[in-house]
């Protein structure tokens, strides 16, 4: 995906979230996973704002789930930046964002995470890539793009596009 | 000649008279030749040592009566022989203190059966309490020739002055050797008072507790004509002030430990006990005056200060831990290859002079020649070895040399005739 | 912070402290919470060896423990009959040998838990050993610095009172010199060390000459039983000369703050309505001592910081 298709997703995912959310746009809180969904986070909330300009501004916030992970112990494990969620979440509808899924842990680790800020009325998921390989039964609601990959391979997604590598050992 | 027990060939015979290539032939515990081709029933080979007469050990902490879980007369003694000594004189701040002629009896039995000579030490004062003398002319009548309250200094001046005083009196020659330590000044100190103490927080002992007694003592020694010692002697102010009294004509003898040679208070950031010891372990610049004063002469002697610690005690926390190091099987090695003096310096250090000193010349320090007594250590001055804790006499296990490359060992030890050490092996 | 055990502030360097300052953010952030709890580690195991008596710094240790969800056990050996003259080694043995993965150390010799590293796998941490280091004190105090004034480096700071017992003193310099900061020791010398030839810091005995120059004054406390041991004639001297009075804290700057590790001796090193004043920030240190301590518990069992980087799946 280059730029353009990275835009277009996120503009084709806000427009579903207006339409899934009908009427109920005020409870929404978009809340992007550190590092890497945190700017997509911000993307979207833009987006989502530009849509629907009469409503009030979305409220948002970013959360670093490192603590939360089931590999703490594994692998070196460190959190990355300081987790700033400014409103309780009870009976909000949260909107957490990501730029890829892949087993599906780190938003497992996610929801724990978020349950310590409050009970929302429901969590919903968006990631700008869909990769494959779950371990987890975790799905997401809205995809930016489905892209198959092999285990080893890299998925890098910014605001400029998406890319796939090769692991570097 | 009578049937020789023993020979020892192919060494070189070095002793106060000098150096030559000889055998020595010994039997019933004396020498009974000395000189090239001897043969005899039993041999030790020496080839490629030095014969020289058995070391002579101003300073060790035997333990008996009172902790022998640490050391007992026979095993500290067989530690000694594995270093060379056939003479160790015993501190006496065992439990109970040697203050009475029944301990002092009890030490000299204990050291009948031992590896080389035990001489008990014994206290200056009652229980090493610093009020009252103990019975000298009883004690010295027993045989006793050197008095010490060491563990700790005495403390009271004027006690000092007439104990050297009455010493000048008796019937025996006697020495009073002094551990220099002014508690006030010390006390709650458990290393060096320096740049160490300062940085890792640990209360520190500063040069000056040592060197206060050691000027009272020089004056208290000008004052009453006695015969002073002082004991493992750690700072540049202190040989200083020996040296300067000697210059003066002032009769004083001192001797030096083999870690304050070679040791500093650096090795205390590792917080292991086993580098705590009283004196403490110095800076540099001690370590480098106090070498310098062992060369030039204003130190008589080496002696060990060898204190023997159960584990437990070694692993208390350092501030609670007893003082004091392992020694005797270490302390020849030591002066040869830290302090680099020749051979015949080490020995006058480590036999002759502590002998007369401790007025055991007429059977210890040489001259290895006939018809005297058969006290003989045998040193390879080449051979290298690694310090392994583990291999030692000593019941304890607190030595500050584990893993350390020296240069030099004793290989036999005769005492008495009879071959104690042979190859570094204790023989019972 | 590489290796297992936090010992000794000196043993970390700038890179080591600010690692652990930066990770305290997070922390920071999380004991803000209405439920301040993070499952970082879970299942893990911090025995407290406490052979002095200390509730602050334990609770502290505590709650930073738990808030991480790990497990607490309390050896409180100062008041406990049952452990008394039994050796150390054969206590924190014992321990390990219940399946600990943290001994968390105080004691009033130092060197003591450098010893305890020699017996036990356990991870080590030094909550005061003698006189000689208190890290996470020294960690919350540079933390506490950094966040009421920016930042460490470029800081004159004051450190004012009995440096020569003090662990405390001896980890702030470490620390605050190694962050960059001026340090300068205020004492009669009596209270000093014997050696500063390389210590980084300067010494004075004159406060009134220091006080208008620095960011901060850091009080250490001042204990009673110096007296006894003639090294100051009395505590009103002390406090005439060195104590952080009315007067005195008028000579400060604006945004100079005031810091003391605690329990203050109100009346002594520090007047009691200069310690309630908004520029003492003794309360600050306190909380942020908590944070602190969960960084460092999480960097040292959880983080995993030390192990090979394999594959990191999302």
């Known amino acids: 995906m280059d730029r353009e298709d990275v835009h277009r997703a996120l503009r084709r995912m806000a427009h579903e979230i207006i339409e899934r959310n009908e009427g109920r746009l005020g409870e929404v809180v978009v809340i992007g996973l550190q590092t890497g969904g945190a700017p997509m986070a911000e993307a979207l909330v833009a987006a989502l704002e530009e849509i629907d300009e009469a409503s009030a501004p979305i409220d948002k916030g970013t959360i670093d789930v490192a603590l939360y992970r089931d590999d703490i112990g594994l692998r070196p494990v460190m959190p990355e930046e300081v987790t700033e969620i400014p409103v309780d979440l009870t009976e909000r509808i949260v909107v957490l964002v990501d730029d890829v899924l892949f087993t599906g842990r780190t938003i497992r680790a996610a929801l724990d995470a978020l349950t310590d800020f409050g009970r929302p009325r429901s969590v919903q998921l968006a990631v700008i890539v869909d990769r494959g390989h779950r371990e987890l039964p975790i799905r997401p609601d809205y995809v930016g793009k489905n892209l198959p990959t092999r285990r080893d391979e890299v998925v890098d997604v910014s605001i400029d596009g998406v890319e796939l590598g090769e692991m570097v050992k | 000649m009578p049937d020789v027990d023993l020979v020892i060939r192919g060494g070189t015979v070095v002793d106060a008279a000098g150096s030559r290539r000889a055998d020595v032939a010994v039997a019933d515990g004396v020498i009974v030749a000395v000189g090239e081709g001897l043969r005899g029933d039993r041999e030790l080979d020496a080839g490629g040592c030095i014969v020289g007469p058995g070391l002579v050990d101003l300073h060790a902490h035997l333990r008996e009566p009172g902790k022998e879980e640490a050391e007992t007369v026979e095993t500290g003694s067989r530690a000694a022989a594995r270093g060379g000594f056939t003479a160790v004189v015993a501190m006496p701040n065992t439990t109970p203190a040697i203050d009475s002629a029944s301990v002092v009896r009890e030490v000299q039995t204990l050291g009948r059966e031992a590896l080389c000579a035990v001489h008990p ?171 310098a004063a062992l060369v030039d002469g204003t130190l008589d002697a080496v002696a060990t200060d060898h204190a023997p610690h159960t584990q437990e005690d070694k692993e208390k926390p350092f501030d609670s831990a007893p003082p004091g190091m392992l020694g005797l099987e270490y302390a020849l090695a030591i002066v040869l290859t830290e ?90 | 912070m590489s290796g297992q055990h936090l010992l000794s502030v000196a043993d970390l360097g700038a890179d080591g402290i600010d690692e652990i300052l930066q990770l305290t953010d997070t922390f920071v952030e999380v004991s803000a919470r209405p439920i301040a709890r993070v499952p970082a580690l879970r299942g893990k195991t911090v025995a407290f060896c406490f052979y002095e008596d200390s509730t602050r710094t334990r609770v502290s240790f505590e709650t930073a423990a738990k808030r991480l969800s790990a497990d607490t056990v309390n050896f409180s050996i100062a008041t406990s009959s049952v452990n008394k003259g039994e050796s150390v080694r054969d206590t924190v043995e014992t321990i390990c040998a219940m399946g600990v993965d943290a001994l968390i150390v105080r004691h009033r010799s130092a060197g003591v838990p450098w010893q305890i590293t020699r017996w036990v796998d356990a991870t080590v941490i030094n909550a005061g050993d003698g006189g000689h280091e208190h890290p996470t004190q020294a960690l919350l105090d540079a933390y506490t610095i950094r966040q009421e004034l920016g930042s460490v480096e470029g800081r004159k700071i004051a450190i004012v009172g009995d440096v020569a017992h003090s662990r405390v003193a001896r980890s702030n310099v470490a620390a605050f010199t190694a962050l960059g900061a001026e340090v300068t020791l205020v004492a009669p010398p009596t209270l000093l060390p014997p050696r500063l030839d390389d210590w980084p810091v300067e010494v004075s005995s004159d ?21 006894t041991e003639s090294l100051i004639p009395s505590l009103r001297e002390y406090t005439a000369g060195y104590g952080l009075t009315r007067r005195r804290v008028d000579l400060l700057a604006d945004d100079a703050v ?11 090193e520090i007047a009691a309505e200069v310690a309630d004043l908004p520029r003492a920030v003794v309360t600050n240190q306190v909380r942020n001592g908590v944070a602190v301590r969960m960084a460092v518990l999480y960097l040292l069992l959880g983080s995993g910081v030390d192990l090979k980087p394999e594959v990191v799946g999302a």
């Open chain 2, 121 to 291: 030490a014994a206290a200056l004062t009652v229980g090493r309490a610093g009020e009252q003398l103990t019975p000298m002319a009883e004690l010295a009548d027993l045989g006793v020739r050197l008095f010490t309250d060491d563990g700790n200094g005495v403390q009271d001046d004027r006690l000092m002055r007439r104990a050297m005083e009455y010493a000048t009196g008796l019937a025996h020659d006697v020495v009073l050797a002094q551990h220099c330590e002014i508690e006030a000044l010390a006390e709650g100190g458990h290393m060096h008072e320096g740049a160490w103490s300062s940085r890792l927080g640990i209360p520190g002992i500063p040069a000056a507790a040592e060197e206060v007694m050691v000027a009272r003592d020089l004056a208290l020694a000008r004052l009453t004509g006695a015969r002073v010692h002082f004991q493992h002697m750690s700072t540049a102010g202190s040989v200083d002030l020996i040296g300067k009294a000697k210059a003066a004509g002032t009769r004083v003898t001192a001797e030096v430990a083999p870690h304050h040679l070679t040791l500093t208070d650096a090795e205390v950031a590792s917080f292991d006990p086993v580098f705590k010891v009283n004196p403490p372990l110095r800076e540099q610049s001690d370590v480098d005056a106090v070498r």
């Open chain 2, 339 to 428: 302090v680099g003096v020749p051979i015949e310096q080490a020995l006058a250090v480590l036999s002759w002079q502590p002998a007369a000193i401790a007025r055991l010349s007429d059977e210890h320090g040489g001259p290895i020649v006939e018809g005297r007594p058969a006290n003989l250590c045998v040193i390879d001055p080449t051979a290298e070895w690694t310090v392994d804790p583990a291999d030692s006499a000593s019941r304890s296990r607190n030595n500050p040399y584990a893993g350390r490359k020296l240069t030099g060992r004793v290989r036999h030890t005769v005492y008495r005739g009879e071959p104690v050490v042979i190859d570094t092996e204790a023989q019972r």
């Open chain 3, 207 to 227: 406060l009134d000459a220091v006080l208008p120059k620095v960011d901060v004054v850091y009080l250490l406390r001042m204990q009673k039983e110096r007296m």
């Open chain 3, 258 to 268: 005031v810091m003391h590790p605690g329990p203050m001796n109100r009346g002594v």
